[in-house]
């Protein structure tokens, strides 16, 4: 996670990697406990989604990082944070965009 967001140095979260987030094996809690917090701060959709990173990120393990299965919807919203880091994309846009057109295809850097 660190490759991406720089801010998970120093944090149990450092070395997650996207395919922990999607597996649920990344440690992070099942639901961040302000859930509903971000629609209602009204900021755009990439916003909420780089608060409930850093709101992850400040907030203990569900389990080891790794090795741990607790599903998360915690972390399938990180997830898609990171693919928005690696896109410059929104991530709501680029899977709409990507799907339809048929270009996904492996990510070459490991997240």
Same mark, same amino acid.
């Given at each position: 996670?660190?490759?991406?967001?720089?801010?998970?140095?120093?944090?149990?979260?450092?070395?997650?990697?996207?395919?922990?987030?999607? $597996?649920? !094996?990344?440690?992070?809690?099942?639901?961040?406990?302000?859930?509903?917090?971000?629609?209602? $701060?009204?900021?755009?959709?990439?916003?909420? !989604?780089?608060?409930?990173?850093?709101?992850?990120?400040?907030?203990?393990?569900?389990?080891?990082?790794?090795?741990?299965?607790?599903? $998360?919807?915690?972390?399938?919203?990180?997830?898609?944070?990171?693919?928005?880091?690696?896109?410059?994309?929104?991530?709501?846009?680029?899977?709409?965009?990507?799907?339809?057109?048929?270009?996904?295809?492996?990510?070459?850097? $490991?997240?």
């Amino acid at each position: 996670m660190s490759q991406v967001f720089p801010n998970a140095i120093g944090t149990p979260y450092k070395d997650v990697t996207l395919e922990q987030l999607v $597996s649920h !094996r990344g440690g992070v809690q099942p639901n961040p406990p302000n859930w509903w917090a971000y629609p209602q $701060s009204g900021q755009p959709l990439i916003k909420q !989604r780089q608060q409930a990173v850093q709101d992850a990120l400040n907030s203990a393990p569900a389990g080891t990082p790794g090795v741990t299965y607790t599903y $998360s919807n915690w972390g399938v919203m990180i997830a898609g944070a990171m693919l928005e880091v690696y896109f410059c994309c929104p991530s709501h846009i680029m899977f709409i965009t990507k799907i339809d057109h048929q270009e996904i295809g492996p990510i070459p850097i $490991s997240l």
